[in-house]
């Protein structure tokens, strides 16, 4: 089964330090993956995805994910954090074409410090 | 917001009671999703539908029951609610196979 890992279950940053999440998959094939944010007590928001194309990906509120196929990842970065960046993120990935599942990652919880 | 509804937002139901959550579209999307998000675990896939009365299940499906008779109306239906099932539950659409899902609220259940 295909699965998704997100190695940090809790981070804790300054603001103004530069954020990296991990995420892996297991799925060899050709996948659709996204970033989402949930800020507390909301609903999963979209903050970025990947179809094809250039796998530097950027998304919204100055996010970005770099798609790296050979080592399975799509981790997700930000050069400079915001008090309000405080959130939960999740790692999801679909395999490509025919598949109706989204498969999410257990989360990130983001605490930055002001 | 992408045009979808929960209710209940919060219901506190007894163990054994059956429950039905219902998520509403006014976007027309074909594909429906009900996640169920528990800490540590993320959020699990219960049910989904690729259209009218075409459901299928996820990886947490057993206890759960799901119908879509109409193209905006997802409903999710504990048979007998057990302490376990107690969880947010969301609602996802998406337009095509290969578009990205949009979330409802949740709604926020408890089996006491």
């Known amino acids: 089964a295909q699965s998704v890992s997100q190695h940090n279950h809790h981070v804790i940053l300054s603001e103004a330090a530069s954020l990296e999440l991990g995420c892996n998959y297991s799925?060899?094939?050709?996948?659709?993956l996204f970033w989402y944010v949930q800020y507390p007590g909301q609903h999963l928001q979209l903050l970025l995805k990947?179809?094809?194309?250039?796998?530097l990906v950027k998304g919204i509120k100055g996010f970005e994910a770099e798609f790296i196929k050979s080592k399975f990842s799509f981790n997700l970065r930000k050069p400079s954090v915001q008090w309000s960046d405080t959130a939960e993120y999740f790692c999801?990935?679909?395999?490509?074409?025919?598949?109706?599942?989204?498969?999410f990652g257990k989360g990130t919880k983001l605490s930055v410090i002001p | 917001d992408a045009g979808i509804t929960q209710s209940p937002r919060h219901k506190v139901t007894e163990t054994g009671t059956p429950v039905t959550l219902r998520c509403h579209q006014t976007?027309?999307?074909?594909?429906m999703y009900w996640y169920r998000q528990d800490p540590g675990h993320g959020l699990r896939l219960i049910h989904y539908?690729?259209?009218?009365?075409?459901?299928d299940k996820g990886e947490v499906s057993d206890g759960y029951s799901v119908s879509r008779s109409k193209t905006e109306d997802f409903l999710l239906t504990l048979e007998s609610a057990t302490s376990s099932q107690t969880s947010v539950y969301f609602c996802?659409?998406?337009?095509?196979?290969?578009?990205?899902?949009?979330f409802g609220q949740g709604t926020r259940l408890t089996v006491v």
């Open positions: 999801a990935v679909k395999k490509g074409a025919g598949s109706y599942q989204l498969t």
């Open positions: 799925y060899g094939g050709t996948v659709n």
């Open positions: 990947y179809f094809s194309g250039d796998p």
């Open positions: 976007e027309n999307h074909r594909y």
């Open positions: 539908s690729y259209g009218v009365k075409d459901t």
């Open positions: 996802a659409i998406k337009k095509g196979l290969d578009t990205e899902a949009f």
